[in-house]
């Protein structure tokens, strides 16, 4: 037998075939101009007068939010192409391979609207366990942590678009990110990298890393135009990179991307010493020699590390050649990146502020700096106290 309820406030009553209870409410109109009414559902009469009651406030709150019939994946899919423009492509390059490498996979089929804090803890226990594309072990809890920030916007995002009402990763926990041991160059190393590098057409390269601390893909990216060589400064404002293409037109699968760097940070001025200064000019002079010898088969890009007809030099030659510069060094083991290290590692050690080295560095914060680099800054603290222990020796 139905009972009615005034006027907007739905309509509850109790199917004779299962005797299950429901209850019947407009929540506005339909694009089309025809009612958009929801049908709730309840095993006693009192539970669904409880969700009637919940939603018609809801609803005269404004904040009524119709269930998603979406799953996972087709939100993700959406939020990536609709809400992650303006994003950094190599951004969104990592985006897409949690999307569809690990998210997709394994919780993509499950509906947007039921998704819930327990089930994405257990996705990421089991990502830390046993993540790896390759089958080796588990994921690094830093790729945990970029995984779930990731996934914390979209279902933002969702919440935001009225597709859920609360976003249910906010509880998921992860394991700490551990530390790992960053290479850094002994002083002998560096001597011997120094030395070597003359030996390669853009060992100028890694001495102007050594000097400023710089990245390879700031390396790459540098013009002419960003030295001031009346001050003696480099401006950074580019990164060049080679990464996954998104045009599907495209028959590269990937492609050269020329940014601006990673973080306001990361947009810096870096002072040039006097010896590096030199070098540079040297560097110079040497590629005004081969525009002069290609003539007008040079293509003048305007790169600092142009091949030797004016193209650009991408990471990837960068890290050959360094590779043939450490072997001609002697040193077996050493990435392109441990150059950075062993600037700020010599710099702290000379006693140069952290906050000064986290400048030229462009880290987003001071933080970054020191705790990446505790280790050097604990053996400077150490020298410092054994400085001053003169005055408690009594001997002064």
């Known amino acids: 037998m139905t009972k009615r309820r005034g006027h907007g406030e739905g309509t509850i009553y109790q199917r004779k075939d299962d005797g299950l209870w429901v209850a019947k409410l407009t929540i506005g109109v339909k694009p089309d101009g025809s009612p958009n009414r929801k049908t709730l559902y309840g095993k006693t009469r009192k539970i669904v007068q409880e969700k009637l009651t919940a939603a018609l406030a809801a609803v005269n709150a404004g904040t009524y939010i119709e269930t998603s019939k979406l799953t996972l994946g087709e939100w993700l899919d959406i939020w990536f192409k609709e809400y992650t423009i303006g994003i950094k492509q190599s951004t969104r390059l990592s985006y897409d391979g949690y999307i569809n ?75 700490p990110v551990s530390k790992k041991p960053i290479r850094v160059l002994s002083m002998d190393e560096q001597n011997a990298v120094v030395n070597a590098s003359y030996t390669e057409r853009h060992g100028f390269c890694v001495r102007l890393a050594l ?110 050649m360094f590779k043939r510069v450490i072997g001609c060094a ?37 933080a970054i700096t020191l705790d990446l680099y505790s280790h050097v800054l604990l053996e400077t603290k150490r020298d410092a106290i054994n400085r001053i222990s003169k005055y408690t020796s009594g001997t002064v």
Request: hydrophobic share 35%.
């Open 211 to 320: 000097d400023t601390g710089m990245r390879e893909g700031e390396l790459c990216g540098l013009h002419w135009t960003d030295i001031d060589f009346k001050e003696k400064v480099i401006k950074i404002g580019r990164t060049l990179q080679r990464l996954k293409s998104f045009d599907d037109s495209s028959p590269n699968k990937t492609e050269i991307v020329i940014d601006s760097p990673k973080t306001q940070k990361s947009r810096r001025d870096i002072p040039l010493s006097d010896n590096i200064m030199k070098d540079l000019l040297n560097f110079k002079k040497a590629q005004t020699e081969e525009k002069l010898l290609w003539g007008c088969g040079y293509r003048d890009m305007g790169f600092i590390f142009a091949q030797d007809v004016g193209w650009y030099t991408e990471p990837r030659t960068m890290q050959d």
């Open 101 to 175: 490498s690990h998210i997709k996979p394994v919780i993509g089929q499950l509906m947007l609207s039921k998704l819930n804090t327990d089930t994405l803890q257990a996705f990421f226990n089991d990502k830390h366990r046993n993540g790896r594309l390759d089958g080796k072990g588990g994921l690094e809890p830093k790729t945990l942590r970029n995984m779930r920030n990731m996934l914390r916007q979209a279902l933002e995002q969702a919440v935001n678009s009225d597709r859920i009402s609360k976003n249910p990763i906010n509880g998921v926990r992860l394991p």
């Open 330 to 366: 002697g040193i077996d083991d050493a990435p392109f990146h441990a150059l950075r290290h062993t600037f700020a590692t010599r710099a702290l050690e000379e006693g140069i502020a952290a906050k000064v080295v986290s400048d030229i560095l462009g880290h987003s914060t001071v």
